[in-house]
């Protein structure tokens, strides 16, 4: 089994409508993110947690929120999803000791 | 603040040739430095991690790394290159255990 895996692999919707995007991990960590990956950009953090309490913006957080509601999981909302937010989107976890971080598969989003 | 700049955003090459993809940094501390690939169609697994100690870091596949700290590099490479390396491969930098700042990446393209 994937050790962090995001819900739904792959979403359409349209301008306006909000949506969730959710991220589990089975790795005891206590450090997740999300990221998108536009083309040409690279990866671009959005939020970071590193434990429950714990909640950062990361270098791109307009338009999006975050909730960590367990150690293992962590969401990411769009409250009023635009075309830019077109993206594929990627959840990550570390633990406090090493700095690696893993990666889930990813959330394809296509607003339209 | 941290940056990261790879040079190439594509690198077409020959099966069995060799190859390097470049990676500088800058920072005004020590770093931590990675290396990641993603396939096609798939999340991003670590290909090899500079953290401390010998400079030459030898990763997954084949590949392998160098840390030049005069020239704040960390240029990846491999001797002989196969089809199944094509990938979009990224440079990231991290100041210790924290969040990861990643270059834009680079589409390594082997032709038979």
């Known amino acids: 089994d994937a050790d962090v895996t995001q819900t739904p692999r792959n979403r359409i919707t349209k301008t306006g409508k909000r949506i969730m995007l959710e991220c589990s991990q089975t790795?005891?960590?206590?450090?997740m993110y999300w990221y998108r990956q536009d083309p040409g950009l690279g990866l671009r953090l959005i939020y970071y947690s590193f434990d429950v309490k714990d909640i950062n913006k990361g270098e791109i957080s307009d338009g999006y929120s975050v909730s960590r509601q367990a150690q293992a999981k962590f969401s990411l909302s769009l409250e009023s999803a635009i075309p830019n937010q077109t993206a594929l989107y990627f959840c990550a976890t570390s633990d406090s000791v090493r700095a690696q971080q893993f990666f889930g598969p990813g959330t394809r989003l296509t607003v339209l | 603040a941290q940056s990261v700049t790879q040079l190439d955003s594509q690198v077409p090459v020959f099966e069995e040739a060799p190859v390097e993809l470049r990676c500088n940094y800058s920072s005004s501390v020590s770093v931590y430095l990675f290396w990641y690939v993603q396939y096609p169609n798939q999340g991003l697994q670590l290909l090899l991690k500079y953290l401390s100690g010998s400079t030459l870091v030898k990763g997954i596949n084949g590949f392998e790394a160098e840390f030049n700290k005069s020239q704040t590099s960390f240029h990846l490479r491999k001797p002989s290159v196969h089809i199944s390396d094509t990938a979009e491969y990224f440079c990231?930098?991290?100041?210790?255990?924290?969040?990861?700042?990643f270059g834009t990446g680079t589409r390594l393209q082997v032709f038979p």
């Open positions: 790795k005891g960590h206590d450090r």
């Open positions: 990231a930098v991290s100041e210790g255990t924290d969040k990861l700042i």
